[in-house]
């Protein structure tokens, strides 16, 4: 086997059957998912621990194959590849020490849950993107604009790059269809612009008064804003997807979700790992009633 992969899963295949026996072999050489295979790895490199009590968890609890860790202590059953990708929510957080970025408010009205967007280490290379992609679609905007001005009869700035090819000027269809070919290329401009503004100066923010939460995802006070009750929360999560992207670099995504009894919402794909198990603990500690 030159494939290293393939070694790997090897390795991996004898130690969980050492561990859990005949079956479990034929299942890992049959080779049924990588995912889980990762799971496995880390299941037995970590002894993963119940988030409530903090207690180990003893490898028979666990089933690997159906992604399963049983604590006995409190009688719960765990999502096992929660546990060993270090993705649980600890709601066990001191709320008077928040991280740096982040705030915990409380008073009479309610409680803020808050984090930034601010990354000094994204910004720079979201300023480049942004500037270098407006720079280019810029000149065919101004040629678009120059060409529509024209047509309604306007006089154009004389600094524009001219819309007149061999002095005639552009057609109205095709003054029509560059802009619609622009389209698109312009609104991922303004996304990546929006994007470096976010890592200057957007926030994550839930409010909570009474049994009303307003969930706010922005820059000032322009954003987006998801209303739900306490009442229909049922579990806060973190998702934590890493993969390999083509050119072979490990890439990773998380995010908070917090799980209703309508549809989950996910958020927080902007905040640093820190930011967000601060931000994740805090949403659990204040909204899932046990
Ligand atoms: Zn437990």
Known sequence: MADPALNETRIAGTKIALLQGRTMEFIVNSS?????????????????????????????????????????HCDLSH????????????????????????????????????????????????????????????VFVLIALGSTLKHLGLSIPHWFPSPNTDGKLMPLGMTLILWIFLTPFVAIGLAMLGAFLSSLMG??????????????????????????????????????????????????????????KDKPISFGSMLTNERRRFFAGCVKKELVRR
């Open 32 to 72: 049924l998912g990588t995912q889980w295979l990762e799971n496995a790895a880390a299941a037995l490199s970590v002894t993963p621990t119940c988030p409530r009590c903090k207690g180990a968890i003893p490898s028979e609890d666990i089933n690997v194959a159906n992604n399963v860790a049983f604590c006995r």
């Open 79 to 138: 999502r096992l590849s929660d546990l060993t990708s270090g993705t649980t929510v600890d709601e066990d957080i001191d709320t008077s020490r928040p991280p740096d970025g982040t705030w915990f408010q409380r008073n009479a009205a309610g409680t803020v849950i808050g984090a930034t967007h601010r990354s000094l280490s994204r910004a720079p290379g979201l300023l480049f993107l942004s500037v270098f992609w407006n720079g280019v679609i810029c």
């Open 203 to 260: 926030r994550t923010e839930l409010q909570v008064q009474g049994n009303q939460c307003v969930l706010f995802t922005g820059i000032g006070s322009l954003g987006r804003r998801q209303r739900f009750s306490t009442f229909d929360v049922k579990d806060v999560r973190i998702e934590d997807k890493r993969w390999v992207d083509r050119n072979g670099r490990s890439r990773q995504s998380a995010q908070i979700v917090i799980d209703t």
